[in-house]
């Protein structure tokens, strides 16, 4: 049943903030791109799940049915490959179809080629994005898409806290946003600027949406709370740096991307046990049952 997974919440409040976009923004969203997008990254999970099957059933003495049933319907995660294609329709925009399809496919490949262990340390739709600006010359993302209006912020901030408060992360984003915001605030003192300059580069939306639905996956950041807490630190530093001194319009997207490898070194120095959506579920339904 819908809802009783986070993931759910996640897709429904990515849904609604695309629709939002389009409606109240007037993206030049097409249509076209966003089946595209969802299509390939479908079509990109189905395969690389295929594939990664492969080792698994050789191994494995099986009958012909459950061998064949094995690889033509993998154990599929839909949930995930659509909040990734929604994320990439939300950020990314692009000139030809194509470029959607190449962002999507990347998102979803990462997963299971840049792996450590039995987790990959990449945010999918952060890879896609930055493929996308790399590798076509059509694909760009557009920060101040959703302007400065109070009310998106209460949104996101609202729908952002709904899922923390299902996954655990609220630390990741008190971090990020925490340190991101003393550093401008000491630089805006330093520049002797009002304190309109500093309200004006943080309330946007895409830092919010990065902040509340990005940089909190719990699948790819680092397990352990205080790893989370100097990750996501890290990663505020080196956008506060991209952004002010090298001014880069994208610093979130490049800072996570560079950071990201991070992940791997955090998860060894302090050991904990990896967030999985199933555990989760069954989590939730204890304390719904018992409490």
């Not at 120095?269 to 199933?278: C, L, V």
């Amino acid at each position: 049943m819908f809802f009783k997974d986070t993931r759910d919440y996640q897709i429904l409040f990515l849904a609604t903030f695309l629709i939002l976009g389009v409606i109240t923004r007037d993206w030049t969203l097409q249509s076209k791109l966003i089946a595209v997008t969802i299509a390939s990254c479908f079509l990109t999970q189905w395969l690389c799940s295929v594939v990664s099957q492969w080792k698994k059933v050789w191994e494995q003495k099986e009958d012909s049915k459950r061998l064949l049933r094995r690889l033509l319907l993998p154990s599929c995660s839909w949930r995930s490959s659509l909040i990734t294609s929604l994320s990439l329709s939300l950020l990314l925009r692009a000139e030809h179809w194509r470029t959607m399809a190449f962002a999507a496919a990347a998102a979803i490949a990462s997963k299971f080629i840049f792996k450590a262990g039995d987790k990959h340390f990449f945010n999918p739709a952060n890879f896609g994005i930055i493929c996308a600006l790399v590798f076509t010359g059509n694909a760009w993302v557009s920060p101040g898409q959703w302007g400065e209006d109070w009310w998106y912020g209460l949104l996101f901030a609202g729908t952002g806290g709904i899922v923390l408060k299902r996954v655990g992360r609220w630390d990741t984003t008190a971090a990020f946003l925490g340190v991101y915001a003393f550093l401008e605030a000491v630089r805006n003192l330093w520049l002797g600027w009002t304190w309109d300059v500093y309200q004006h580069r943080l309330m946007s939306g895409s830092l919010l949406l990065f902040a509340l639905f990005m940089v909190t996956d719990p699948r790819s950041i680092p397990n352990a709370r205080i790893g989370r807490i100097i990750w996501a630190a890290c990663i505020a530093v080196l956008t506060f740096v991209l952004r002010n001194y090298f001014y880069i319009s994208t610093a979130v997207f490049w800072a996570l991307f560079i950071l990201a490898p991070l992940t791997i070194l955090l998860d060894r120095i302090w050991e904990a046990p990896r967030f999985g959506w199933k555990q989760q579920l069954e989590v939730e339904r204890f304390f719904s049952t018992n409490f």
